[in-house]
């Protein structure tokens, strides 16, 4: 092709292929197979013409086609007493399963289109452009053939809007999802246009990310809770870290519950440090985390009349009574959990017992050693009072059994506070009903540090944003009060202008919640089991499962060969329909994602010759006599070796 442009002449060779025989392609794929072009680092055009078949004309080709097939079978095996290629009998499954698709399909997936489908190369000599073919070829192969059709001017017309098809070879025909995954998204679009920057969108084309996490309560009146669910290392704390981070930098007030206590670096932020508190929830006073104490006392400022303030001050005696008796119970020995009298000997000690903000559970215990009536019952609930007697003398027994009226304690008005449980040694999930009273004491003190978490909903004004965010959401599903925790999530983070982040490494616990129905965004990490991958499908509105959508979570944040995964990645899905990949990149704040790497790094650790040092320093400095701890040479040579 020869032209000018700007009084300069232009020679340009062109090659024009076409779209030959295809294999089955996996739907949806991971790069849409048209866009694959893009990484060959020259341009390429394509020209498509696309009819949308009759369903009845291509039931009634089918069926022709499985008569065929049938005539040719019998060629075979009745005329000649040969077994028929295996081929036949594929065929003949294709054709029963398209015809059947077409019959019976009601969601429009199982159109059937024809069409042709031109490629344009093109190079400033034959020999350029004829290799650059060759390249394409390669990267389609082996399962879709590009050929060279002939009558090249021909082919190359049909670029041209309103020429006519200028030949008729190689026309192809495939369901309108194989087509629909041959294109890259008409839009990225997700999230919101305002709000906190999120990151980008990794699919098929790049597009800042923005997300308000307060829209659905402000404008649209829905739940704020969101679920945040991926495996170890695909970046749940950097996806809750970086929305904290970016909103308090707003003035948005956070309450944090993250048990390995990872987060608490958030805190030291030089830009934080001023406005953050850190608890360890495992050296809190006694009675930190009694259940009368973990939730609060409704406000008559938030509420119209005295009437609704009356009500939610009755509903939250009721939750405290059975989150009682739901704790206690959880401590028991398993005979005496399951024992018919247990639930009575609980169900009259707690009744007995003001449920009161300021109430506590020995007087629970207490009670149960007076209870009167029935010898058995009386006996047994001696039995569960000297039980839990004990079990408050141990180190996590004492923040649930305090000895009286318990107060707040730390500052009172930080925009951030992280509340961690380091040391505490959580069971599996499988053995959340453990037989060990330490696993069970943990499970409790991890229940109720969510509800002491939760009360930050109802502190300071009912109009001003706040945020909660809870880690190992898992223990909740363990607790028969674990749903009456997500009804009151949902229903009062709406009331009080809350965005509540639950993560857990399994969808599978968060959806023994009932969260599917109630979550308002989502952010899917990666996953590779197979269960937890169609799982997560629940929490994207829309998806359906057996589409192939379950393999794209095994894919976020794929690490390198020698094993770092960069930025991670997610499926995040904003509440208003849209879902997008997208890749949360923390390279310009570099003290937020130091403060989020939570991968161990063998090459900050120090040997043993340099914290014997660093020992020695320290004990130096203490010494006012100036006689300071000296380390050994040979010690030191040893250590070396």
């Known amino acids: 092709m020869i032209g000018e442009n700007e009084n300069q002449r ?17 739907i949806p794929a991971g790069v849409p197979w048209i866009q694959r072009t893009d990484q060959l680092g020259f341009p390429v055009e394509w020209s498509a013409r696309v009819n949308v078949e009759d369903s009845a004309k291509v039931g009634a080709a089918m069926r022709r086609n499985i008569q065929k097939i049938r ?45 042709w489908y031109r490629i344009a190369v093109a190079g400033d000599s034959e020999e350029e452009a004829l290799e650059r073919a060759s390249l394409l070829r390669k990267l389609y192969a ?31 025909r495939m369901p309108v999802t194989t ?10 679009k997700v999230g919101d246009r ?55 930098m707003q003035g948005v007030p956070w309450t944090v519950l993250d048990p390995s206590g990872r987060l608490t670096a958030l805190c030291r932020l030089p830009e934080l440090a001023e406005v953050s508190q850190a608890i360890d929830l495992l050296d809190a006073p006694p009675g930190a985390l009694c259940t009368y104490r973990v939730i609060a006392e409704p406000r008559r400022a938030h509420y119209a009349s005295d009437l609704d303030w009356q ?37 009259r000690a707690v009744g007995a017992v003001s449920a009161n903000q300021t109430s506590s559970t020995v007087e629970v215990v207490n009670e149960l050693r007076r209870l009167d009536g029935d010898p058995d019952l009386r006996r047994h609930a001696g039995y569960m009072a000297d039980f839990l007697f004990e079990a408050a003398k141990t180190s996590h027994g004492r923040l649930i059994f305090p000895a009286g ?14 509340y961690s449980l380091r040391g505490l040694a959580l069971p599996d999930e499988s053995t959340a009903n453990s037989e060990d009273l330490d696993e069970r ?48 999530a949902a229903r009062d983070s709406r009331k009080h202008n809350t965005r509540v982040l639950m993560a857990s490494q399994n969808p599978a616990d968060l959806l023994r919640l009932d969260l599917a129905n109630l979550i308002s965004a989502a952010f899917i990490g990666r996953l590779t089991g197979e269960d937890a991958q169609r799982d997560a499908l629940r929490f994207l509105p829309g998806i359906r499962d057996g589409m192939g959508y379950e393999q794209i979570f095994g894919t976020l944040s794929r690490p390198t060969r020698e094993g770092r995964r960069g930025a991670r990645e997610f499926i995040f899905s904003d509440g208003t329909g849209g879902i997008e990949r997208i890749r949360m990149d923390l390279s310009a704040h570099p003290r937020l994602l130091e403060a989020l790497n939570t991968t161990a790094e063998p090459a900050k650790a120090l040997n043993r010759v340099a914290r014997a040092e660093l020992t020695a320093q320290d004990a130096s400095a203490e010494d006012t006599t100036g006689e300071g701890n000296a380390v050994d040479d040979d010690d030191a040579d040893r250590e070396s070796a």
């Open 10 to 26: 232009i020679e340009r060779h062109v090659c024009v292929l076409s779209l030959g025989r295809m294999t089955d392609l996996e």
């Open 71 to 115: 005539a040719q079978k019998d060629h075979y095996e009745l005329e000649h007493h040969e077994p028929a290629p295996g081929a036949l009998d594929r065929q003949a499954d294709k054709a029963l399963g398209v015809e059947d698709e077409i019959s019976m399909g009601l969601s429009g997936l199982s159109t059937r289109t024809s069409g």
């Open 142 to 172: 082996p399962q879709i053939t590009i050929s060279r059709p002939a009558d090249q001017y021909a082919v190359a017309r049909e670029f041209i809007p309103g020429e006519k098809l200028g030949s008729t070879a190689y026309k192809r």
């Open 179 to 188: 087509l629909a995954a041959a294109v890259p998204a008409a839009t990225a």
């Open 194 to 248: 305002v709000g906190i920057h999120l990151g980008e969108t990794s699919g098929t084309s790049a597009r800042v990310v923005t997300w308000e996490p307060w829209e659905t309560t402000e404008a649209r009146e829905e739940s704020g809770l969101a679920v945040l669910c991926a495996g170890l290392g695909g970046g749940k704390s950097t996806a809750g870290g970086n929305i904290i981070y970016r909103t308090v």
């Open 311 to 347: 009500v939610a001050k009755d509903q939250a005696q009721d939750t405290r009574r059975l989150l009682t008796s739901s704790v206690l119970r959880a401590m028991l020995p398993r005979q005496l959990q399951d024992h018919v009298l247990t639930e009575v000997a609980l169900m």
């Open 405 to 418: 009226y318990q107060l707040d304690y730390g500052r009172t008005d930080p925009l951030l506070t992280v």
């Open 441 to 488: 004491l943990s499970m409790c003190v991890l229940y109720l540090a969510a509800w002491l978490t939760q009360r930050g909903m109802y502190l300071g004004d009912v109009n001003a944003r706040k945020g909660i965010f809870i880690d190992e959401a898992w223990a909740l599903s363990t607790f028969s009060t674990g749903r009456r925790f997500i009804d009151r």
